[in-house]
């Protein structure tokens, strides 16, 4: 295992990897449980993410564009109580290490969620170490929501492997085979029209993307931002409204009330789990979600549901899949 015999570091410190050429190391210990595939899983999108893998020892690794150029990431624990350590390469590296603590969930906090429904107490006791992780970086969770904008998650996904296998760059470090960092914005803002098409992605969603990429330093700078400011921010974007901004904070900002809505399922889901009504709509949705808007934990509240189980039987067909790129 790459970095097994790497000393022990002092809390918080970022050391040079031994033997592993310019890596870096850095050890976290939490204040309590950590599920890394729980709290990193959201960044995943689709099991073939070129950016993001989880393997059979229990690590997740991430590669990402950060301010200071590609770099990746692998985080592992050694158990749910643990120490959290993180190893980096690349020129993103350090970056990527001084905001471990946030990407780990251990900025988050759990406590300040009081469940009002059984479900979700009974849901949140089953689940400990569940955090919601920080990434501080709002580009690489803005272009795939964007991707995502009505349209099965298969497609989104399929598109998203597609675009990063073929304009990404290789992540840096001994990473899993295929590992992938996500463009610069200036090679979004190249993507040929067909290969857009190939992808799967039609001229809306390829539109809002390079429109987001022409501003990318005004995208970055709402991470720096309270979440609500940074929603109204990139929501200045045409084609970006309060389902995508809500889906970026959530990962970028770790924003525990940034429900979204807007969603297809989302509102029966929660209706049907928290009141029988699997025809609930946004305003039902936020009224059951009420309870949590003061201490700011509706999004956590929807999390909690959806990682309980309780979801409506399927009484309609799956949204019919499109491919354009046959077209």
């Known amino acids: 295992?790459?970095?097994?015999?790497?000393?022990?570091?002092p809390r918080g410190a970022a050391v040079p990897r031994q033997g592993g050429g310019s890596g870096l190391v850095r050890e976290l210990v939490p204040d309590g449980p950590v599920d890394l595939p729980l709290v990193l899983g959201v960044l995943r999108r689709g099991a073939g993410d070129p950016s993001f893998r989880m393997t059979?020892?229990?690590?997740v690794w991430r590669a990402a564009r950060t301010p200071l150029g590609p770099g990746t990431v692998r985080v592992s624990a050694r158990a749910p109580l643990?120490?959290?350590?993180?190893?980096a390469w690349g020129p993103g590296a350090r970056w990527l290490l001084e905001r471990l603590p946030g990407l780990v969930g251990m900025e988050d906090d759990p406590s300040a969620f009081v469940p009002h429904h059984r479900l979700l107490a009974l849901t949140a006791r089953r689940l400990?170490?569940?955090?919601l992780t920080r990434t501080g970086l709002v580009l690489e969770s803005l272009i795939p929501s964007v991707l995502e904008q009505k349209v099965t998650a298969d497609e989104a996904f399929r598109g998203w492997r597609r675009l990063l296998q073929a304009f990404g760059e290789p992540a840096p470090g001994p990473v899993p085979q295929?590992?992938?960092v996500m463009p610069h914005p200036r090679a979004w803002a190249l993507v040929p029209s067909w290969e857009w098409h190939r992808a799967g992605v039609d001229d809306k969603r390829a539109a809002t993307v390079l429109r987001a990429v022409r501003v990318f330093e005004r995208m970055e700078e709402a991470a720096a931002m309270p979440a609500e400011a940074a929603r109204a921010r990139l929501e200045l974007v045409p084609g970006i409204?309060?389902?995508t901004s809500a889906e970026v904070v959530q990962r970028s900002h770790g924003a525990a009330d940034a429900v979204t809505t807007g969603d297809l399922h989302l509102?029966?889901?929660?209706?049907?789990?928290l009141a029988g009504d699997r025809d609930a709509d946004d305003a039902a949705m936020l009224r059951l979600?009420?309870?949590?808007?003061?201490?700011?934990?509706?999004?956590?509240a929807a999390r909690l549901v959806l990682l309980s189980g309780r979801t409506p039987a399927r009484r309609a067909p799956r949204m019919r899949r499109g491919d354009i790129s046959v077209w």
């Open 1 to 9: 295992m790459a970095g097994r015999f790497a000393p022990r570091v």
């Open 241 to 243: 409204g309060p389902w």
């Open 56 to 59: 059979p020892d229990g690590a």
């Open 128 to 131: 400990p170490g569940l955090r």
């Open 178 to 180: 295929g590992m992938r």
């Open 82 to 87: 643990g120490t959290v350590r993180g190893e």
């Open 289 to 300: 979600l009420e309870p949590y808007a003061e201490a700011g934990q509706r999004h956590r």
């Open 267 to 273: 509102p029966g889901i929660v209706g049907h789990a």
